[in-house]
């Protein structure tokens, strides 16, 4: 196997923790040195669920809920179960030859309010303790990515459009790049475009509303529906989906960026109270219908035009029902997932803050401007060297 660390390819390591809250992704990938685009190749992905005790801890930490020491205390923990993920990856047999020279650490968001509406300071809080990541690999951490934008202006998220636009941009295909994480979020990618054209955002709730059912209400120990099975065996609700697909956040223009705060515990209760007399089936094919609704309305919103191609990565893709769904949204434009690109559904956006970890420590910009409303173009990040000398 060539090693890497020759001229022409860095290699680096991401970190990924979503707002769903299941555990940890770590991809270990090259990326090419040189001019844009940059490609990213991913050599080794792993992910490490969170134990029931821990996902509980951040569960409340999102909702704000958590007493401050215990926060801190899962700082730290988060940061443990990162270095572990991490780990796993590296100890894959197709990465021994591979020595990461950064690691790119995303955090668990427990806090994201990006203008200050909430608690009258703009701010997004990732927690987990790079130091700790740092000590276990032996390498340098980028984290607490979303702040430098946040300082500029910007909403601080979606991060990922600096990468969709390296990895994906085509010189013929207009592709929207869509992640179905507990959030929704997409890139507009249209043929050739440059960083100043790249349109982004979350565009509502993604897998965070099907599986908060399926856990209050599913078979007792369910997290997910998989492959939307159950949806498919229901009808949805005509009437309750127009009502969602008319809330504020969905129908507001772009930038803009979403967490728990619009689509957690008061979403879910609004919906489970609106369907009271329904099926679990039923609502969770109201769900889905609601979720690809949404995303149909973000892609009206990202550009003029049918795109050619939707590409889906993250836990909904591999949601059949959901897959359909938004197919029937958007006739006219291929559903495909980022698998047929070569890159996993599943490993996507921790190769996206590898990617985003070796643009920081090169010295490069990781916002997209257009996408998050920043005033202006920065390197992302807080670096947290090796701890021991070489």
């Known amino acids: 196997m060539s090693r890497p660390d020759v001229v022409g390819y860095a290699c680096a390591l991401g970190i990924m923790t979503g707002t769903s809250a299941d555990g940890a992704d770590a991809a270990l990938v090259t990326v090419e040195r040189g001019l844009a685009p940059r490609r990213t190749r991913l050599i080794a992905w792993r992910h490490r669920g969170y134990p029931a005790a821990l996902r509980e801890r951040v569960l ?6 958590l007493p401050m020491r215990d926060l801190l205390a899962l700082h730290v923990e988060v940061g443990r179960h990162a270095a572990l993920t991490a780990r796993d990856a590296l100890a ?7 020595t990461p020279e950064v690691a790119g ?7 994201h309010d990006p203008h200050g509406k909430r608690s009258g300071t703009p701010l997004s809080i990732q927690i987990g303790e790079p130091t700790v990541v740092a000590r276990s690999l032996g ?9 430098s934008d946040i300082l500029e202006g910007g909403e601080g998220a979606p991060l990922v459009p600096r990468f969709d636009l390296h990895q994906f941009v085509s010189d013929a295909s207009d592709r ?10 997409l890139t507009r990618l249209k043929p050739n475009a440059r960083v100043e054209d790249v349109v982004a955002f979350d565009c509502g709730a993604g897998n965070m509303l099907l599986d908060a059912i399926m856990a209050s209400v599913g078979p007792e120990g369910a997290r997910f529906d998989a492959d939307g099975a ?21 129908a507001r223009r772009p930038p803009k960026s979403a967490g728990r705060e619009e689509f957690g515990v008061a979403y879910l209760e609004r919906f489970l109270a609106r369907t009271g007399t329904l099926s679990l089936a039923d609502r969770m094919r109201t769900a889905v219908e609601i979720t690809a609704g949404a995303v149909a309305h973000g892609v009206s919103l990202s550009g003029s ?16 029902t959901l897959l359909e769904a938004i197919g029937r949204a958007l006739p006219g434009s291929r559903v495909l997932t980022t698998e047929t690109l070569g890159v996993p559904v599943s490993a996507k956006e921790a190769m996206a803050f590898a990617f985003l970890a070796f643009e920081s420590v ?6 997209v401007p257009s996408a998050t409303g920043a005033q202006r173009e920065v390197i992302l990040g807080s670096v947290t060297p090796a701890p021991y000398p070489r």
Do not use: W, Y
């Not at 035009?305 to 059949?320: F, H, I, T």
């Open 60 to 65: 409340a930490a999102q909702e704000g809920i």
């Open 92 to 98: 894959a047999r197709e990465a021994e030859a591979f």
């Open 105 to 111: 650490l995303h955090g668990q968001t427990v806090f």
């Open 139 to 147: 390498c340098r951490v980028v984290s607490n990515f979303r702040m």
């Open 176 to 185: 929207v790049l869509l992640n179905l994480g507990g959030i929704a979020n």
């Open 230 to 250: 159950e949806a498919a065996r229901g009808r949805s609700a005509d009437d309750v989906v127009e009502e969602f697909l008319a809330d504020p956040f969905i």
């Open 305 to 320: 035009g049918k795109p050619d191609e939707v590409l889906v990565s993250g836990g909904g893709a591999m949601n059949r």
């Open 362 to 367: 090169s010295g490069r910009p990781g916002n």
